[in-house]
């Protein structure tokens, strides 16, 4: 038997028994996770500084030539999908017709822009409104007198003395344009804005957008062979229709609004051509919500017409740029017809910017 041998026990280690350096590396493991959550916390629950807050966005109004309809259709579908507030704009659009003229709440400063026709900016600013043009939308007149054939009228002379349907207001300058032209004394009636009158033979001769009336007109049972069209820019008066345009003092003090407002609404526009039926469906509801009559069929024929008259034909060409030569041909139509007795220089009338491209 063997004695005084020591007997050997296994004594378990407790957490705290770890040898010095593993508890210190473990140590270090939970301060730096505790570090880091404090780290997280502390920039969560800090206050953003002024200078990083993100910029309130700018109210403004556009007044369109008329209410809601296709012929608008890249402003609405730019406002209904957030293209406006995207680039900073709270942007309300102010319900046009017969009695909201674009320039005259425009130069009242009750509308921060507004479509208007080249023609109509030109005369205004003859009057001492100081007008910018902002981006050409339209690039070419769509405007037509309409006359039926068996009225016996082939030619613009034989419409003197005869009764002629006459837009007024921003409409009245290339069609009193064309008037001048030849030399033509007619019966001036007040048109509406429906054909009514014509479709009943109430007037000879009916003014008429190719994009909107001449649609009705045809729908309506007339063919189009019963019909004689004078296009304007067939007759040298091819005045480019909706720009865009502001205040030249507006302009000054906000340059960076008017440029957002331009890159928004083109952009709006280039939606709604790539998505038409998407657009068709944003324009029928702001219709139906101003108690707007809607035509599904007239709606599409007529944003396939803006498609033809806003997207460049040739390379080279812009969208929304004004060219200088339409400009120097609307000039000298004005001048020399007599709406207008001066037009400004051409550089000191459009807005240059690369918001376009």
């Known amino acids: 038997m063997l004695k005084n041998v020591p007997v050997h026990r296994e004594i378990p280690v407790k957490p705290n028994d770890c040898p010095l350096p593993e508890r210190i590396v473990t140590s270090s493991k939970y301060s730096i996770s505790l570090l880091l959550i404090l780290i997280l916390v502390a920039f969560t629950f800090s206050p953003v500084p002024a200078d990083a807050a993100p910029a309130a966005l ?35 659009i102010i319900t046009g017709g017969p009695e909201q003229s674009p320039s005259r709440l425009l130069k009242s400063g009750k509308a921060d822009f507004a479509v208007l026709w080249l023609g109509t900016a030109l005369q205004q600013y003859s009057t001492g409104v100081r007008l910018t043009n902002l981006a050409q939308i339209v690039q070419k007149s769509s405007l037509m007198l309409v006359a039926r054939k068996s009225s016996g009228i082939a030619s613009p002379a034989d419409m003197r003395g005869r009764k002629v349907g006459l837009w007024g207001g921003d409409f009245a300058v290339p069609l009193q344009a064309f008037l001048k032209k030849y030399r033509l004394q007619v019966r001036e009636i007040p048109q509406s804005y429906t054909v009514n009158l014509f479709l009943r033979g109430g007037i000879d001769v009916t003014s008429a957008m190719w994009y909107n009336e001449y649609h009705t007109i045809i729908n309506s049972g007339i063919n ?65 919500e101003a108690s707007i009559p809607a035509n599904r069929s007239h709606q599409k024929w007529m944003l396939e017409k803006m498609r033809e008259l806003i997207l460049p034909k040739n390379a080279g060409e812009v969208m929304g740029q004004l060219k200088p030569s339409d400009y120097q041909s609307v000039s000298a139509e004005l001048l020399a017809s007599g709406v207008v007795g001066s037009v400004p220089v051409f550089e000191s009338f459009i807005r240059r910017s690369n918001v376009r491209q």
């Not at 403004?60 to 579908?77: D, R, T």
Request: proline content about 5%.
């Open 224 to 288: 189009h062979e019963e019909l004689n069209l004078f296009f304007l820019h067939d007759h040298g008066i091819n005045f480019p229709e909706d720009g865009l345009y502001a205040l030249e003092e507006n302009c000054r003090k906000d340059p960076a609004l008017a440029d957002a407002f331009v890159k928004a609404s083109l952009e709006g526009w280039r939606y709604a051509f790539d998505h038409p039926d998407e657009a068709l469906e944003i324009v029928l509801k702001y219709m139906k």
């Open 58 to 92: 700018k109210k403004a109004s556009l007044i369109p030539l008329w209410s809601p309809q296709a012929q608008f259709a890249g402003y609405y579908v730019a406002l209904d999908k957030g293209i406006y507030r995207k680039h900073g704009i709270d942007l309300t």
